[in-house]
């Protein structure tokens, strides 16, 4: 077969694809999985860790020192016209090196680097460099978890390594279901759908085929969660046909931690007003201050009420690792479902969300025979699929850096980096309570640090400034946030080789930018 792609001839041959030499660009140096494939991403790899380096040394600090605009500039300018214009003809493609190269330095050069140790706002990682060379190679393979024949041994490997972190999470691996997702919002998406469809079934109710509205058979179901809870809930509410108005928000204390006896007290509300809680979220490891539910007495009166439990772990789920940290999740094992991130307290470059349920039975609402994927006869000899585990269809071996993780480290050595991480959450906290400019919100309970700037009445406003201002010179990327009305600043704490030295010079950047802004604002009245 012979094909001719903006004129130049390429012929299709059995040993391969032959490409002229004056097209020698046609295929970006060829296909990762050809012969010669692992080489040429060997080689292109090198030359992006070397860009990557020099982008970094350029950068020298935790990001660019530039506005917003600056950044979108400088973006525009690495990426050059378009590969074609409408109406004429395409662009001449570059080297694939010399591309990628370009490309990478003006990504890397104009990034956030969670590993810089001034770059503390978010729940955001700096990935183990086994981890993303594990990353490569799921990339390189491409494998597609949706069906057994895309992903034979990815298909084998996840469902060992979810029974493995489910049987971390209390539950009997042998019976407890789960997916690798990409992250909470979409774990905690799945188990609320799970959790709708169970609540809703009935003997001439399915929601799945006749709908929310007519198995509800007029009781408005409701789900329940802490004050603190992630917004996905309410996300999911909506996206589930509920509505955000569905959510009832029980009050939570100075820890964000939801209140158990609120929690019956609304409970009673609903079951007075005629309506139906399909679901309590409880959560370990709130986004601001690391709050953790009572999970044990919550789910005593999950259980009394009759209604699915679902934790939101992707936070606080890590300490399952730490020997001396994972009795603060006692009562997770009890839960209908839980939602994990690796991607935060497992140092899994992103994605790597995991959902587990104490029953594989419960993703039963998901369940699909599709002729070209998995039809039943080939299910029963005894090829086995994962595609009614997930809302997605294709989706990545993203499992595989999760294995070679844990069978590098070991649960005990992610542990330790747990344990690193609060530490230092823990001396850097003292450090705040001992500076006489700085206000600590409260004790941390995971690895943030919540803090502000004191500025009198003007705290909000120069709080907001000192960040943005942090921000533009390329001097900290520091977390914010809104506690009682009041701006917060917000330091989590993800990278084990930070040290305590390092956060106090961090915080000494926070009160130089503080002290300015306050003279600032000071001096414009």
């Not at 792609?5 to 391969?16: F, S």
């Not at 609120?262 to 409970?267: F, K, Q, S, T, V």
Request: aromatic share 4%.
């Amino acid at each position: 077969m012979t094909l001719t792609p903006g004129g130049d001839t390429v012929t299709w041959r059995p040993d391969g694809l032959t490409v002229p030499t004056d097209a020698s660009t046609l295929l970006a140096d060829g296909l990762a999985g050809a012969p010669g494939g692992p080489e040429a991403v060997a080689a292109l790899v090198a030359s992006a860790a070397e860009a990557l380096t020099r982008a970094r040394d350029e950068r020298d600090g935790p990001l660019p020192a530039r506005t917003p605009h600056q950044v979108a500039e400088a973006v525009r300018a690495a990426l050059g016209p378009p590969a074609s214009t409408p109406g004429g003809d395409p662009r001449a493609p570059g080297p694939a090196e010399r591309v990628l190269t370009r490309l990478t330095h003006a990504l890397a050069v104009n990034a956030a680097d969670p590993a810089h140790p001034r770059c503390a706002a978010h729940l955001h990682c700096p990935p183990l460099a086994v981890a993303v060379a594990a990353d490569a190679v799921a990339s390189a393979l491409n494998q597609s978890m949706d069906s057994w024949d895309q992903a034979p041994a990815a298909t084998a490997m996840e469902t060992q390594v979810i029974g493995e972190l489910a049987g971390l999470a209390g539950y009997d691996p042998e019976i407890a279901g789960g997916v690798v997702t990409s992250g909470g919002t979409e774990s905690n998406l799945t188990a609320l759908l799970l959790a709708r469809d169970h609540a809703l079934a009935g003997p001439e109710r399915d929601p799945v085929r006749h709908g929310v509205a007519r198995a509800a058979a007029g009781a408005r179901p409701r789900v329940l969660c802490g004050a603190a809870a992630h917004f996905s809930v309410q996300r999911s509410a909506a996206l589930l046909g509920l509505g955000e108005d569905a959510v009832v928000t029980v009050d939570v204390d100075s820890h964000h931690r939801m209140r158990p006896r609120a929690l019956r007290e609304a409970l009673d509300t609903l079951r007075a007003d005629g309506d139906l809680p399909v679901a309590i979220v409880a959560t370990a490891g709130t986004t601001d201050l690391g709050g953790i539910d009572s999970l044990g007495a919550i789910a005593h009166i999950a259980r009394e009420y009759g209604v699915w439990l679902h934790v939101d772990a992707a936070y606080g789920g890590g300490l399952l690792f730490s020997r001396r940290l994972r009795g603060l999740l006692a009562g997770l094992d009890r839960a209908h479902s839980v939602s994990l991130d690796l991607h935060k307290l497992g140092w899994q470059p992103v994605a790597a969300g995991v959902l587990l349920t104490r029953e594989r039975a419960l993703f039963a609402p998901l369940s699909r025979s599709v002729d070209y994927l998995n039809p039943t006869d080939d299910e029963e000899a005894g090829y086995p699929s994962l595609l009614g585990y997930s809302l997605r269809t294709t989706r990545r071996a993203d499992v595989f850096k999760i294995a070679v993780t844990l069978r590098v480290l070991g649960t005990d050595g992610l542990g330790r980096l747990v344990d690193a991480c609060r530490d230092l959450t823990l001396r850097t906290a003292a450090r705040v309570t001992a500076h006489p400019r700085l206000h600590l919100a409260t004790t941390p309970s995971l690895t943030t640090v919540v803090f502000r700037y004191d500025a009198g009445a003007d705290s909000d406003e120069v709080n907001a400034r000192l960040r943005r201002r942090l921000l533009e010179e390329g001097r900290a990327v520091v977390g914010r946030t809104r506690i009682d009305g009041r701006v917060w600043l917000k330091l989590t704490l993800l990278n084990p080789d930070t040290t305590v030295d390092d956060t106090a010079a961090l915080l000494a950047e926070v009160v130089t930018a503080g002290d300015t802004e306050a003279a600032a604002l000071k001096e414009s009245r």
